[in-house]
């Protein structure tokens, strides 16, 4: 800062008739308040987007990263945001901290500025219930349109025929699946390891990825967006794009955002 101060005198001596050096001390001054503000201003920009899609993140459990999805928000202005499933660890609020309300409370407000839609996930409840709950529409799988393409959003377990068959199995699988994440902890080898079997059992990220492309097919859509597996993967096939947004409960934490017609999935 002092160094910037005498740059700021040294250059501008030679072009201005100072009366004193009060002048020019008060002139560094002002010069530099309006560079902390313009610099304030650059720092708090926010990247503008289209849409932002986010699933998984499963508020009122111990593994969602609530803190940190926060922060990201803060960083996009965006047209949509779409909330793709399991926003929700099941409808009990009593498991709900200060960060997972934290969350609901930026998304209320996000929702004053731009589209917020809802989408059911089979972590979420009825949509009945979930929609009295919250005091909006939920939807079941969320269309729209943009530069000519076709959009589809679903959260991903109608495809999942393992959940489906195997209820109760299925049940028991994720308990043990939370509770291997608990004790091993999200960044050690072995926690991956055992994660990436897991997955292969419960979630089956390939059959998820060829339903929607399926369902995508039918509906006439370019585009389909799934959560679910918490995985996140790209296909293609008949010319439908598949993209899977991750989840908040497992590192990194990811999440899409599209920009006219480019599309990225962000990992933080």
Known sequence: ????YNYIISHQVKFCKWKSFSD????????????????A?????????????????????????????????KKYKFKKLILNGDIFDGLNFK????????????????S?????????????GTIGALSQLIGVKVYRQYIWRNNGNKFLAIHGHQFDRFLHKNILLSGTAIFAYNLIQKVSGQNEAVSHWLKNRSKSWLRLSGEVADG???YAKLKGADFVFCGHTHAVNEKKRWGIKYYNSGSWVESPASYIIIKG??????KV
């Open 1 to 4: 800062m002092f160094l910037f």
């Open 24 to 39: 020019r001390f008060e002139f560094a001054v002002y010069y530099l308040s309006v560079y902390n503000i313009y610099m």
């Open 41 to 73: 201003k650059a720092g708090n920009k926010k990247e503008e987007v289209d849409v932002l899609i986010i699933s998984d993140i499963h508020l009122g459990s111990g593994l969602s990263m609530a803190g940190k999805l926060v922060s990201e928000l």
């Open 95 to 110: 498991r709900l901290h200060s960060g997972h309300w934290a969350v609901l409370s930026m998304i209320r407000k996000l």
């Open 112 to 124: 004053k500025k731009g589209e917020v839609i809802w989408i059911i996930g089979n972590h979420d």
């Open 212 to 214: 929607a492309i399926k």
């Open 261 to 266: 017609n480019k599309i990225e999935i962000k």
